[in-house]
Structures are given as structure tokens and as C-alpha cells.
């Protein structure tokens, strides 16, 4: 697993989670480096390493291994500073978390280091200009670039960044970026004893399919089963969107029945899902 690109420069404050690799594995506990940091080491002891007893630290850990450490302890008067961090006091959930982060946050440096490289600019230029604005303004910097996927580039330039970097950036984005989509159903019952019915039916449905969608990665997809039953099905970024589009939907169907006069409305959900 790779390190970040852009690490930060201060130092980490007890209770502190920090992702570490292990370096050397002794008998009285292990080094690692932390890989969030620039130039930073920390020591694991040995009782800090597990609430279990065992035999030999290295059934545990082994060099090279990523852990999750909390900070137990800053010593700022020594150069380099002295960090312990424990491995025992995180809990698993504590621990997911993180890693989580940890992998969003490479993600979106390696989007970021991308753009750097397609506009001939220096990681350092890109660092201070894009990473250190995005993470000022929220913590978690990909979630502002999923946003940017979802919402447009309005989004990174609202956050500081220069027109030029929200141009790039927001491009490499589109291009790394895949937003998952979810989808739902539900099947239309209608009919028309008019003369002209199956045009009146051809007429709702084609005003049901043009019900414009709240945003370009929301769609609607209508198609028969079999007369008089039609299949409405949205896919959308999220559920909350997908049914408040499809209540809409819905709305206009309940309209257009009574304009159209047609008869035997129904709706009835089916399935929700992934897309």
C-alpha cells in the first residue's frame, strides 16, 4: 500500500489516530514510520501491542505490516520528537474508520497528483494551490470531488481553487471518479375505453418519460410488460433523489390520468437495487 503524496508537516497530539508502517519488530515492542506525516517515526511497546497475552510480538506484527495506533505520547523536546503510539486502545471500529480515510485520502491525492502532472505543475504548487484548500474546506477531500462529479466544478471553485485548477482538477475527476447509482421500480396499470385510447395511453406515457429529471445523473427508462401494464424505473446517485423524482413522476401520471381520461390507474412498487 502506498504512502500519501502530500503528508502533513506537524506533529500529531495524543489521542491522535495515525496510520503507521512497521519498520523493525523487536522483542521489546516495534518502529514504525507515519505515513500521514512528513518525516515521522513512532515506537509501539511491547505491552501497548495487544489486550492479549503472547509469546512472541512477531506473531503480531511483522515489517512492512500497516497498523492503526493511537498517540499516547508527544516528547516535542527531543529532535526528532519521540512518539509512542498503541495498537491496543483502538477499537475496530476506530480502526475501519480510519483506514477508510486513509484510502479516500490516497485516492484523492493520486486525482490531484494527476492534474499536476496533465498541467505541468509541481506536486508542491499542487499541494499548497489544491490539496491544503480542498482539506481546509472539508476534511475529507474526495467527497468534495465525488460533489464536483455530481454537482459540477462549481463545486471546487466555491472551495478556493483558481480557475485553472478547477478545469484540470475537476476533468481528472470525471475521468477516476465513478459515482454508484441505485436504482427503482414500480408498474403502471392504466387504460383508455376510448375510441383513441391507444393513442391517449401513447400520450401519457410519453409525458410520463419527459418529466425532467432533477439533475444529469437521475433518469427515467419506461417501457411496457404488456398491455395495460408499464414499467417505471429510475436510477439515480441516491435513493432520497430517486424517490423524490419518482414522486414527481407520479404526480404527473395522477395529473395526466384525469386530463387524458383514462381509467384503472394503479401504481405498485416492485424492487429497489443497485444500477
Not at 503528508?7 to 497530539?13: A, C, M, Q, V
Not at 512528513?38 to 505490516?65: C, H, K, M, Y
Not at 482539506?135 to 472551495?159: H, M, T, Y
Not at 414522486?247 to 437495487?273: D, M, P, W
Request: charged share 35%; no cysteine.
Amino acid at each position: 500500500m502506498s504512502s500519501l503524496i502530500f503528508k502533513r508537516k506537524d506533529l500529531p497530539e495524543a489521542g491522535d489516530l495515525v496510520v503507521a508502517r512497521i519498520t523493525k519488530v523487536f522483542e521489546y515492542g516495534a518502529y514504525t514510520t507515519l505515513e500521514e506525516f512528513e518525516n515521522l517515526s513512532a515506537f509501539i511497546p511491547w505491552s501497548e501491542v495487544s489486550t492479549r497475552w503472547v509469546r512472541n510480538i512477531r506473531d503480531l506484527l511483522r515489517e512492512g505490516q500497516i497498523v492503526v495506533g493511537k498517540v499516547i505520547r508527544v516528547d516535542k523536546r527531543k529532535r526528532p520528537p519521540q512518539i509512542d503510539i498503541s495498537l491496543k486502545r483502538v477499537t475496530d471500529g476506530e480502526r475501519r474508520a480510519k483506514m477508510m480515510r486513509w484510502k479516500r485520502d490516497q485516492r484523492a491525492q493520486k486525482i490531484i497528483e494527476l492534474a499536476a502532472k496533465k498541467a505541468g505543475r509541481s506536486l508542491e504548487e499542487a499541494r499548497r494551490e489544491v490539496w491544503e484548500k480542498l482539506r481546509k474546506k472539508f476534511a475529507d477531500v474526495l467527497s468534495l470531488l465525488e460533489q464536483a462529479v455530481i454537482q459540477g466544478p462549481g463545486v471546487l471553485k466555491d472551495a478556493g481553487l483558481s480557475d485553472d485548477w478547477v478545469k484540470i482538477v475537476y476533468e481528472e475527476a470525471l475521468r477516476h471518479i465513478e459515482i454508484k447509482r441505485i436504482k427503482i421500480r414500480g408498474v403502471v396499470t392504466v387504460q383508455s375505453l376510448a375510441p383513441d385510447g391507444v393513442l391517449r395511453i401513447k400520450e401519457f406515457l410519453k409525458k410520463l418519460g419527459s418529466v425532467k429529471p432533477p439533475n444529469k445523473h437521475t433518469s427515467i427508462k419506461i417501457y411496457t410488460i404488456g398491455a395495460p401494464r408499464y414499467v417505471i424505473e429510475i436510477t439515480s446517485i441516491d435513493y432520497k433523489t430517486a424517490e423524490k423524482y419518482l414522486k414527481k413522476v407520479l404526480n404527473t401520471a395522477e395529473r395526466l390520468v384525469k386530463e387524458l381520461g383514462l381509467e384503472n390507474y394503479s401504481f405498485t412498487r416492485t424492487e429497489v437495487g443497485r444500477a
